[in-house]
């Protein structure tokens, strides 16, 4: 597990107070002996203060990764939360210790985490696996539990009690996904959405890039710019508590960067602004950046995004779009996953 972004004490905190090496402890129970859970507890535990620089453990943090992705006993690197801090560090990893591994290596995470997802994904050593974080799901409980319905006055109950009722085995089922998918379990959740733009055959192939569209833009014009190339390839974009304007320079962006002659489509995720839902308004943007003469398709999903319930989207993988409805589409994981860990054997 790993902490490279924002601190972990908040997460805990909820969890009940557990320290760092206790919730260690209890990952490895959920888990089973077949891993070996490992994280750094200083990491998890560091202070931040955004008026000075948010974190000074840059080299620690990137040092953290890089030690995990070289080691070929690591079959997996879980983020614990994003938040921020972490896309400055990039420069202080050595990705080509990607190259020199004999074994597949998964990177589980999402917003902050985009680059780290796709930087892994790209690789033909790594999985990318764009995938809500453990500690997201404070929010996104609470966020869930304020949008519904009014219940009777004996059932009244605050997000946070919602949230509080339910975190712990949200936590827990979280990391047997993590499982599930590194042991290549079929019947995985195909994500469910609309198709609002464009032609799409009954039946097609998709792989995805991309993620959270704030941090996927700093990888435009960089070395890392080949890692989210959309060439070919559907654009996945979501973000949360921006404004609408400063989202429509984030899709000027990609505009100037050719990004819309280049990709087969876009998968629409959630955005949204404290309690105002943005996604129409996004959608409204984008007719101002896709090209006027191809039309761009488009498919809007609720299961994607910082939301909660949030499914896992693999990145840089094969995937299949199938119509489910008279405009909607699922978007199915392969028939056969890649299975990273064969149970039971070294």
Not at 82 to 93: D, E, K, M, N, V
Not at 105 to 114: D, P, Q, R
Not at 162 to 186: H, N, P, T, Y
Not at 191 to 200: F, K, M, P, T, Y
Request: charged content about 20%; aromatic content about 8%; overall charge negative.
């Amino acid at each position: 597990m790993i902490a490279p972004a924002a601190p972990c004490r908040s997460f805990f905190s909820a969890l009940g107070g557990c320290s760092a090496q206790e919730f260690v402890a209890d990952v490895q129970e959920w888990v089973g002996a077949t891993y070996e859970v490992t994280a750094d507890a200083a990491l998890m535990n560091a202070d931040e203060d955004e008026l000075a620089g948010g974190r000074t453990d840059d080299r620690q943090r990137a040092d953290d990764i890089e030690q995990a992705l070289a080691d070929d006993a690591v079959v997996a690197v879980v983020a614990l939360r994003g938040g921020a801090w972490f896309t400055r560090i990039l420069p202080l990893i050595d990705f080509s210790v990607l190259d020199r591994r004999t074994k597949p290596v998964a990177a589980f995470g999402f917003s902050e985490l985009t680059t780290l997802v796709n930087i892994v994904g790209a690789n033909r050593r790594g999985l990318g696996y764009y995938a809500l974080t453990p500690g997201f799901l404070v929010y996104g409980l609470k966020h869930h539990a304020a949008e519904l319905p009014p219940l009777g006055a004996g059932d009244a109950h605050s997000p946070n009690e919602w949230m509080q009722k339910r975190l712990s085995a949200e936590v827990k089922g979280f990391f047997l996904d993590v499982v599930d998918i590194l042991e290549g379990v079929d019947q995985r959740k195909a994500i469910e959405a609309r198709h609002v733009r464009g032609r799409l055959s009954d039946a097609c192939a998709a792989t995805f890039v991309g993620g959270n569209l704030t941090v996927l833009s700093t990888l435009i014009g960089s070395r890392y710019a080949s890692c989210v190339n959309p060439n070919g390839r559907w654009l996945v974009l979501e973000d949360y508590n921006d404004k609408p304007e400063r989202i429509d320079r984030f899709l000027a962006h990609l505009t100037l960067a050719g990004y819309w002659d280049a990709c087969e489509g876009v998968l629409l995720g959630d955005f949204h602004q404290n309690a105002r839902n943005l996604t129409d308004a996004v959608l409204a943007m984008l007719e101002f950046h896709l090209p006027v003469d191809s039309p761009t398709p488009i498919l809007v999903t609720k299961e994607i995004g910082h939301i909660w319930p949030a499914y896992t989207l693999p990145l840089h993988q094969p995937m299949t779009l199938r119509r489910s409805g008279e405009a909607s589409y699922s978007i199915q994981w392969p028939t056969t996953s890649p299975a990273i860990v064969q149970k039971g054997v070294d």
